[in-house]
């Protein structure tokens, strides 16, 4: 069983930032990966990054390399996501996930439905 909180969400300007956090407990937080995800009203939950156990590799979607940062600090439990020249396209709940399938790290994947836990999200509003 693992626990996620989000924390970090606001109300930002267009190209402002704002960094989010996601702290886990319930098992060794270095054996898993972590992803974000997003969902805006009305559309479809996306994959925007993920970091695995080590934090030796990352993954983004395009709509975002280059403007967020994945990182994770083992030692405190928590993952990171910088968010750089926020657009108002940004606006979204956004949701860490859990994703503890045995060989995650061979196939680091985009798809929520691999993904185990999931947290209870926090808002990101950027407005134009």
């Known amino acids: 069983q693992v626990q996620l909180v989000e924390s970090g969400g606001g109300l930002v300007q267009a190209g402002g930032s704002l960094r989010l956090s996601c702290v886990a407990s319930?098992?060794?937080?270095?054996?898993?990966?972590i992803g974000w995800f997003r969902q805006a009203p009305g559309k479809e939950r996306e994959f925007v990054a993920r970091i695995d156990g080590s934090g030796g590799s990352t993954l983004y979607a395009d709509s975002v390399k280059g403007r967020f940062t994945i990182s994770r600090d083992n030692a405190k439990n928590t993952v990171y996501l910088q968010m750089n020249s926020l657009k108002p396209d940004d606006t979204a709940v956004y949701y860490c996930?859990?994703?503890?399938?045995?060989?995650?790290?061979?196939?680091?994947?985009?798809?929520?439905?691999?993904?185990?836990?999931w947290g209870q999200g926090t808002q990101v509003t950027v407005s134009s």
């Open positions: 996930a859990a994703d503890l399938r045995p060989l995650a790290w061979k196939f680091p994947s985009r798809w929520s439905t691999d993904y185990d836990y």
């Open positions: 319930g098992r060794a937080f270095s054996n898993y990966a």
